[in-house]
């Protein structure tokens, strides 16, 4: 499906590798960010059939499951159970059986059955690490290969290298296979010569399953295993990154301007470089020797758009955000060590993605810790981390659930006094007053405002009770109750900012627990590669006997909350904590279903991003002086705020970006149909 880039000159390992991995009992390690989280283990019997155990934990979420399966001679399925509970802790059983050529499966959102005319690998819903093991076998058995995949799309699998890796037992030589057709990169799997697993990690090691004899190894595997994302987007970039030779004149474009929300018909912006030096009627703006000219052709232009809760991982963030017209963004929590790379990579244009602002992440040690190496317990560990963020170019801290509640102002006060502002998720223990009272600038996601209302009954936030009671309980707050219309004024008294993550929200809340499209990508999903699609729902939450008519309130509850904080001027910035660039979307178009008027809701996601983080001057606004970031709309989202998805074209610094051309480079559908394409 996509292009990738071989790593090794040359591969040694032999094709004839058995269908199931060799017989015995292996042991792996869950990671999350370096830290142990749970475990995988593989047991393959004498006549190859496997089972599988795997756990992890992640504050008060995580997997656990026992997978057994058979395979037949190519390495594809024959049977398959599986029986656990989900990440959001929601109980499945998953099946497969292969009948001769009649394949049947289920589980709680999936149910068919398919007559094969060729070998195909089921993938399961719920499948544990091990699974991509398995299919990375079949392929490597399989014609040219290339596997069909059930129940949708096919796979096919790359060598990217070999490499001596030391384990306990000394050198040995694994072998980094990736796999094309179930994300839009290559998924990657390390495997032993015998073709057993030695891991699986996901991109930018946040999350590892690791053979426990590699596991002192995982940041060496993490480091090659970079490498080679870092090359497939190198490669991308070069190919899809159009830059003008001279001056670029956009023409007959309908610029707005969410300085003044005014919208001018007839204007040319000029651009030389990476800047914007003049923008005026089409009449007095005439184009410069050797100028590039671009006809907008009356469509809508607009600043580029802004997504201020992202965790940039794999090496497609960055591009589906850049289709999606975001040219500006803030990660609000990743890896320390590996993830400045990525921004120079973004800024140096090796790698397609926005301008990052970055944002540090701190929590407290504990069962329920967030998925960082910045732990701190004291007043010393506090400042000092805020220290190694700030000395390291970091715009703010975040901090997260775990957090002692007496550490808020002396991460607040050493934030300010280094230049930075400081966010998070309330701390357990504390309302949200607190946090802001301990010098907290701004609040992520809408649902710690309505748990301030349920403090003191609802104290520890750490669990999945941040979610449940927020179901339960949101509809008893509407923006009328007294407690509600004190705290959006204390709000609006200290200048809090907030970051709601709706569209997120609406997945939680809002969602069907049996469909995993949230909402807001329906109409979007069905154009994502088939397996990608399968899992891009958080989930959504099941409400309890008794309690299904609170749950459906809660949504349109917070929707109420959220037009309540804005029109009492609550400055509110829009981003995502989901999958890049068109959840971004999703979240405007609510705001604009809550009732915010589609100028105001472009240019909260526009300018005023810009402003709070200081960087209005270079950004925000389509003006002499600032970079030359727009997006061209074929249609109108002043009118229609679903129009904003109609992204025809896309530049960060004067460099052009074509949507579509991206989207076929991930495996997406393009937006256009062939027939109205350009």
Sequence with gaps: MRPIVVLSLCLSLALALPAAAAPGKRDYVVLMQGRVAGAQSVAVAADGSVQVEYQFADRGRG?????????????????????????????????????????????????????????????????????????????LKAPQRRLALLPAGEANGRDLGEHQIVGTQGPVKLRLFGIEGLDFTPRPVWL??????????????????????????????????????????????????????????????????????????GTSVLIEGERIVRVAPDARLSAPAGAEILDARGRF?????????????????????????????????NDFEAFPARVKRFDAGSEIGPRVMMAGFIDGPGPYAGPTKMLVATAEEARKAVDFYADRGYMQIKSYSSLKPELVPVIADRAHQRGLRYSGHVPAFMSARQFVEGGADELQHLLFVELNFMYPRVRDTQTMKRLTEVAAHAHEYPPEHPQVREFIDFLKRHRTTLDPT??????????????KTPPGLRGVAERLPPQARRNLSWGALKPPHGEEEAYRQAFPSMLKLLKALHEAGVTLLPGTDALAGYML??????????????????????????????????????????????????????????????????????????????????????????????
């Design 63 to 139: 997997d656990h499951s026992n997978t057994h399966w058979r395979v037949n001679g190519d390495g594809t399925l024959r049977e398959y159970q599986g029986r656990g509970n989900d990440y959001l802790k929601t109980p499945f059983e998953e099946s497969y059986r292969l009948d001769g050529t009649q394949a049947r499966w289920k589980n709680p959102s999936e149910q068919g059955q398919r007559e094969l005319a060729a070998p195909a690998f089921f993938l399961p819903l719920q499948a544990a690490p091990e699974a991509t093991g398995a299919l990375a076998r079949a392929l």
């Design 301 to 333: 232009l607009m600043p580029g758009l802004w997504d201020v809760h992202k965790h940039y991982t794999g090496a497609h963030d960055g591009a589906l955000d850049i289709a999606a017209g975001i040219t500006s963004a803030r990660d609000v929590a």
């Design 585 to 678: 979307h999703a979240e405007l178009e609510v705001y604009a279903r809550a009732g915010i008027p589609n100028a105001e809701v472009l240019r909260l996601a526009t300018l005023t991003p810009a402003q709070v983080f200081g960087v209005a001057a270079q950004r925000g606004a389509i003006a002499p002086g600032r970079y030359a970031d727009l997006v061209l709309i074929d249609g109108d989202p002043l009118r229609d705020m679903r129009d904003i998805r109609k992204v025809d074209a896309v530049f960060k610094g004067g460099k052009r970006f074509d949507p579509e051309q991206i989207e076929r480079a991930l495996g997406i559908v393009p937006r256009k149909a062939p027939a109205d394409a350009k």
């Design 192 to 265: 032993r010569e015998d073709g057993s697993t030695a891991a699986v990690i996901a991109a930018a090691g946040w999350f590892s399953v690791v053979e426990r004899e590699f596991e002192a190894a995982t940041p060496k595997l993490i480091e090659l295993q970079e490498a080679a994302a870092a090359a497939w987007a190198a490669d991308l970039a070069r190919r899809l990154t159009h830059a003008p030779v001279g001056p670029l004149l956009i023409r007959n474009a309908r610029v707005f301007d969410p300085r003044d929300l005014s919208v001018a018909a």
């Design 502 to 515: 709706m569209a997120l929200a609406e997945d939680l809340f809002g969602g069907d627990p049996k469909d």
